[in-house]
Nanobody, 124 residues
Framework: QVQLVESGGGLVQAGGSLRLSCAASGRTFRNYAMGWFRRAPGQEREWIALMSGSGGSTAYVDSVKGRFTISRDNDKNTVYLQMNSLKPEDTALYYC?????????????????WGRGTQVTVSS
């Protein structure tokens, strides 16, 4: 059974930092794209950071570029999201996801494995 478990969320003041982790079990995600998504209150889920299976390519939504960094440790089967200069509008439930096949990391429909999310709340 494949599981993705996020951790590291919490309450932080604007301008602060958090580092989210997503530990995968049940299968290796080495060579498979991983990503971070979020759902803010009253909004649809959006992708925010994607990383190719090799780790050599990344993509970020404009609203987090320069502030968030996605990384992965394939030996630990874990993906991370370093979030700096947090803003109140970053408040959301953050999810990690993994693709089910080796392919284009930009194809959102291929992210079929999902965690349950970790809450990030940024106070002003």
């Amino acid at each position: 059974q494949v599981q993705l478990v996020e951790s590291g969320g919490g309450l932080v003041q604007a301008g602060g930092s958090l580092r989210l982790s997503c530990a995968a079990s049940g299968r290796t995600f080495r060579n498979y794209a991983m990503g971070w998504f979020r759902r803010a209150p009253g909004q649809e889920r959006e992708w925010i950071a994607l990383m190719s299976g090799s780790g050599g390519s990344t993509a970020y939504v404009d609203s987090v570029k320069g502030r968030f960094t996605i990384s992965r440790d394939n030996d630990k089967n874990t993906v991370y999201l370093q979030m700096n200069s947090l803003k109140p509008e970053d408040t959301a439930l953050y999810y990690c996801a993994g693709q089910d096949a080796i392919g284009n990391y930009l194809m959102l429909s291929k992210y079929t494995y999902w965690g349950r999310g970790t809450q990030v709340t940024v106070s002003s």
